[in-house]
């Protein structure tokens, strides 16, 4: 078994969609980044990144590769799930956590729960997302941004059910 965590935060845009575990969610701005800025795919992707002992998304995704400029998170965790299998390692379990003053997301977490859980290979009960506001506190309380943190759990797919369901 290995264990995981990640962490990612990104100012709010006009101008862009905004993009949280692969669900579109109605907004007047989104998240700025080299790619289309989802901090909930991110944090996954880098808690099992972690968990794998492979570092950050930096070192397998950087901000200074243009064919990589505007890509969607999901292709990220896809790749990142396609370095799981072939370490022979599924995901026993996911708990992520959006730290949002708005928009409102309660509506949408479970959309992100099984676009999660289908990028991985996993069935949905093993995936597992929470939102929380940071009550006014700091630029996320201002509105100025949105973070999220994940923490995941590997298990080596050699000993036994590895995350298929």
């Keep these: 078994m290995r264990i995981g965590q990640g962490f990612d935060a990104h100012r709010l845009t006009p101008g862009r969609p ?12 989104g998240l700025e980044g080299h790619s289309d800025g989802d901090v909930l795919l991110h944090a996954v992707a880098s808690a099992l990144l972690g968990a794998l002992g492979e570092g950050d998304l930096g070192r397998h995704f950087p901000s200074s590769d243009a064919a990589l400029r505007g890509v969607a998170s999901t292709e990220i965790l896809v790749r ?3 370095r ?8 026993a379990n996911v708990d992520a956590t959006i730290v949002a003053q708005a928009p409102r997301l309660g509506a949408h977490l479970a959309a992100m ?3 999660i859980a ?11 997302v929470k939102v929380t506001s940071s009550d006014g506190l700091g630029a996320i309380g201002r509105g100025e941004g949105i973070a999220a943190q994940a923490v995941v759990l590997l298990e080596s797919a050699e000993g036994g059910d590895a995350g298929g369901g």
Excluded: C, Y
């Excluded at 905004?18 to 701005?29: H, K, M, N, T, W």
């Excluded at 799981?84 to 599924?90: E, I």
């Excluded at 289908?118 to 597992?128: H, I, P, Q, T, Y």
């Design 80 to 82: 990142v799930a396609a």
């Design 84 to 91: 799981l299998r072939a370490a022979a390692f599924g995901v």
């Design 18 to 29: 905004l993009v949280l575990g692969g669900v579109e969610i109605p907004f007047d701005r």
């Design 118 to 128: 289908s990028l991985l290979g996993v069935a949905a009960e093993r995936v597992n």
């Design 113 to 115: 729960e099984g676009a």
